[in-house]
C-alpha cells in the first residue's frame, strides 16, 4: 500500500512569500496530482505529472520519481491562496483496487 | 467542454436512512470514480465504474454501492445510514478505466443526523 506524506501539515504565511509544500510516497508511481481546496469547497486539480517540472501562472510542481518526492511551489503568494493542498498519487496494483491514494494535505493561510 | 457534475450538492440525512448521489461525467469519459473525504479519514476511495461495470473497489463496507448508466452517468447508494458517513463525496472522471487522468467534480456535501 501506498503512503503519502505531506509536510508541513499547516503553514502561515506573508503575502508575497515564496512557498514551498512537499510530498513523498513510499511506492514506485505513475502520476501524481496536486489538487487545491478551499474552505466548504470543491476539489480543483491543479497539476498532473508523471516527470519533470509543470507550471501554471504563479504555481509550479516538480516530480522526482527516483527520489519519490514532488514539491509545489508558489510564488508571489497572495491571500487568495489560502486553501488546503493535497497531494495524490497514482500507483496501479492491477489487485482490483485502483485508484488514488491522498495526502492529508497541507493548510496553508496567506496573512495581507 | 461542461466539467463533472454532481447533484445534489447538499443533503442532510437521518441515521437509518439511504441516500443516492448522482455524477455525470466530462462528455466522452467512460470511466468514473468515487471517493469520500472526511475529517479523520481524509479522502478515500470508494470505487470505480467503466462501462457499467465496477471495475476497482477501494475499502468500504458494502452499504457503499454503485452502479453506472449507458450514458456514463453514474449513482452511489449508500443504505442505512451512519453518522460517520457524514463527509464531502467527491466524483471523477477519467477517459479510460483505471487512469491517472482524473478530473473532479464539486462534491456532494452529505450530512448525517
Known amino acids: 500500500k501506498n503512503e503519502v506524506e505531506q509536510s508541513p501539515q499547516n503553514l502561515t504565511a506573508q503575502e508575497g512569500e515564496f512557498i514551498t509544500i512537499n510530498c513523498s510516497y513510499s511506492?514506485?508511481?505513475?502520476?501524481l496530482h496536486w489538487l487545491q481546496q478551499h474552505p466548504g469547497g470543491g476539489i480543483v486539480s491543479l497539476f498532473m505529472l508523471s516527470s519533470g517540472k509543470k507550471k501554471h501562472g504563479r504555481l509550479i510542481a516538480t516530480i522526482n520519481i527516483q527520489e519519490k518526492h514532488s514539491s509545489l511551489h508558489i510564488t508571489a503568494s497572495h491571500p487568495r491562496d489560502s486553501a488546503v493542498y493535497i497531494c495524490?498519487?497514482?500507483?496501479?496494483?492491477?489487485?482490483?483496487?485502483?485508484?488514488?491514494?491522498f495526502g492529508k494535505g497541507t493548510h496553508l493561510i496567506i496573512q495581507p | 467542454k461542461a466539467g463533472v457534475t454532481q447533484t445534489p450538492r447538499y443533503l442532510i440525512k437521518t441515521r437509518g436512512q439511504q441516500v443516492t448521489l448522482s455524477c455525470s461525467p466530462i462528455s466522452g469519459h467512460r470511466s468514473v470514480s468515487w471517493y469520500q473525504q472526511t475529517p479523520g479519514q481524509g479522502l478515500q476511495f470508494l470505487f470505480e465504474y467503466f462501462s457499467e461495470t465496477q471495475r476497482n473497489k477501494g475499502n468500504f463496507p458494502g452499504r457503499f454501492s454503485g452502479r453506472q448508466f449507458s450514458n456514463s452517468r453514474s449513482e452511489m447508494n449508500v443504505s442505512t445510514l451512519e453518522l460517520g458517513d457524514s463527509a464531502l463525496y467527491l466524483c471523477a472522471s477519467s477517459p479510460r478505466s483505471a487512469s491517472y487522468e482524473q478530473y473532479f467534480g464539486p462534491g456532494t456535501r452529505l450530512t448525517v443526523t
Open positions: 495524490a498519487v497514482w500507483a496501479p496494483s492491477g489487485g482490483g483496487a485502483d485508484g488514488l491514494t
Open positions: 511506492v514506485g508511481i505513475s502520476a
